[in-house]
C-alpha cells in the first residue's frame, strides 16, 4: 500500500480535520467573548456593540452578498473553469440599446474566485479594514473569503497559499498587509499551508486604479520577486498549485502579474482568490478601490 494512503490515514486526516473545526469554534466563542467583556467599537460604523463587525454591519454585508447573487455568478462562471486564457472583446461606447458590458476589457490566465461584489458595504468595511486600521477584522473577512472557497465545485485538494505582498513601507505605514492577514487565516481554517514571504514587492509603485491599462504594465514592471519561502521551497512541494490571495481583485493587473512570474519560475497557479471583485458598471459611479 502507497504511502499516505489507507484507513489509517483517512483516519489521521479525519482527526485532524475535527481537530481544526474544534478549535476554530473554541478561537471564535473566546473572540466573543472577549469583545463582548472590553467593548470593542465596530470599526465600521463605530457602534459600540462588542462585537466586529457589529451586527448591523453583518447584516448589511450578508444582505449585499444576497442581492448580488447573479452579478456573483456572472463572473464567476465567467472565471472559474478557466484553464487558458480567457480574451474578453473589447467594450463598445455604451447606448441605450447597448449597454456596457460590466465586465472590465482584459486577458486573463488565471481562474479567479471571490466572495462579493466590490461596492457599497463591503467597500467601507474594506476601507476600515486598510486604513482605520482594524486587524480586528481579519476572522470575519477571512472567514467569507472559506466560504467562497468551500462553494466551488473544483478546487484542488491541497494548495499553496501566496497572499499578494505590499511594500514594506507601505506595511511600515499601516501596520499589516491584508492580504497576508487573509491568507493566514484561510490557512487556520483549511490547513493550507500559507507563505507568509512567498512573494516580495521590489520597488514602491504609484497606485493601480489611477493608471491606463499600459501604464499599469509599466508601473508594476520588475516590480514583484520570489520571496525566501518559494525560494526555499522543498522539491516536493514545488508541484502543490498555488492560490493567489488579495483583498481586492479589480482589473487583475498585479494579480495576473504575479501568475505570470510564478509560472516562469516553474510553479502552477490554481487561480486567484480575492475578498471582492470589483465591477465596471458605470465608469463615473464605480468605487475606487483602496490601495
Known amino acids: 500500500m502507497a504511502e499516505g494512503s489507507g484507513p489509517k490515514f483517512s483516519l489521521q486526516r479525519l482527526w485532524q480535520s475535527l481537530w481544526r473545526s474544534l478549535r476554530s469554534a473554541a478561537t471564535a466563542i473566546l473572540q466573543e467573548l472577549l469583545a463582548l467583556v472590553f467593548r470593542r467599537p465596530c470599526p465600521v460604523c463605530d457602534e459600540d456593540t462588542g462585537v466586529v463587525p457589529c ?106 497559499l501566496v497572499p499578494v505582498p505590499i511594500h514594506h513601507r507601505r506595511q511600515d505605514k499601516r501596520g499589516f498587509n491584508q492580504a497576508e492577514r487573509l491568507a493566514q487565516r484561510l490557512s487556520e481554517k483549511t490547513g493550507y499551508r500559507c507563505l507568509t514571504n512567498g512573494l516580495v514587492r521590489t520597488k514602491a509603485t504609484r497606485a493601480q486604479f489611477k493608471l491606463t491599462p499600459k501604464e499599469r504594465r509599466a508601473n508594476l514592471a ?38 505570470r512570474l510564478l509560472e516562469k519560475n516553474g510553479f502552477t497557479v490554481a487561480g486567484i482568490l480575492g475578498l471582492s471583485r470589483a465591477l465596471n458598471l458605470n465608469r463615473r459611479s464605480r468605487p475606487t478601490p483602496p490601495q
Open 55 to 160: 451586527p448591523l454591519c453583518r447584516n448589511d454585508l450578508m444582505a449585499e452578498f444576497d442581492d448580488q447573487h447573479l452579478e456573483r455568478r456572472l463572473l464567476q462562471d465567467q472565471f472559474a473553469a478557466s484553464t487558458s486564457p480567457i480574451i474578453i472583446p473589447p467594450r463598445h461606447r455604451a447606448t441605450a440599446k447597448q449597454p456596457r458590458s460590466p465586465i472590465p476589457r482584459q486577458a486573463l490566465g488565471s481562474p479567479v474566485w471571490f466572495w462579493n461584489i466590490y461596492g457599497g458595504h463591503l467597500r467601507k468595511t474594506i476601507h476600515a479594514y486598510k486604513y482605520k486600521p482594524a486587524e480586528s477584522l481579519t476572522p470575519w473577512l477571512g472567514d467569507r473569503m472559506v466560504d467562497a472557497w468551500n462553494t466551488l465545485p473544483n478546487h484542488p485538494n491541497s494548495v499553496l
Open 222 to 259: 520588475n516590480a514583484f520577486a520570489l520571496g525566501p519561502d518559494l525560494k526555499n521551497l522543498g522539491e516536493s512541494a514545488r508541484d502543490i498549485p498555488i492560490v493567489i490571495v488579495d483583498d481586492i481583485y479589480t482589473t487583475g493587473t498585479t494579480s495576473q502579474t504575479l501568475a
